[in-house]
């Protein structure tokens, strides 16, 4: 489990994810192992992060399968561009990576497995299992300590002037509260493109 948050304020977006990896009972550190749970993809619009939440497994795979898109293919630039790119990758995933898809007898769809959240110049989004996307105004978190890092995310805004603070008081929420999360963190920002 994680804590991973998105922040766009001031001209800026943020991406941050706690380092630490946890198997039942047992946690593995940063000291033992770089955990990192965000990844850059280099995109024909610029670079984004990708930051996941989820079985340790999923982070080689999901690296891997969009390293083998055509850089053509790979759009992570709007709501739309981040659907169309997992909808690309699904059967890459299920053939090349053997993407395990039943979550529930009742599935409307098949599940990608995944909790994503990305950050690039043109905003931030989050990516659930069935293909929803998501593109955030200000802020938004993911994994087990989400809801720590939503609580400080929400108390800090009014206060901060960056995404960067924003980001850093919901990591430092979730790394105090949430079992599953620690430090060191891992923070990434960006100029966020001026809309036009």
Request: hydrophobic share 45%; glycine share 8%.
């Amino acid at each position: 489990m994680t804590t991973l948050v998105v922040v766009k304020k001031a001209g800026q977006v943020a991406i941050a994810a706690d380092t630490l990896v946890t198997f039942g009972d047992t946690s593995l550190g940063q000291r033992f192992e770089a955990n990192s749970k965000i990844f850059k993809v280099d995109t024909p619009a610029g670079m984004s992060y990708v930051g996941m939440a989820g079985t340790v497994a999923h982070f080689p795979v999901l690296r891997k399968a969009m390293a083998a898109l055509p850089k053509d293919q790979l759009k992570l630039g709007s709501r739309d561009e981040v659907f169309d790119t997992f909808v690309k990758l699904h059967p890459l995933l299920k053939e090349t990576f053997f993407l395990q898809t039943k979550e529930d007898d009742n599935d409307p769809y098949e599940s990608s497995q995944f909790t994503v959240v990305i950050a690039n110049a043109s905003g931030i989004y989050g990516l659930y299992s069935y293909r929803e996307v998501f593109e955030f105004k200000e802020f938004w978190g993911i994994g087990s300590g989400r809801s720590f890092a939503l609580g400080a995310m929400h108390a800090a805004w009014d206060k901060a002037k960056t995404a960067r603070e924003v980001a850093m008081a919901g990591l430092n929420a979730g790394c105090e509260f949430d079992k599953n999360s620690a430090g060191p963190v891992d923070i990434f920002t960006l100029k966020l493109k001026a809309s036009k």
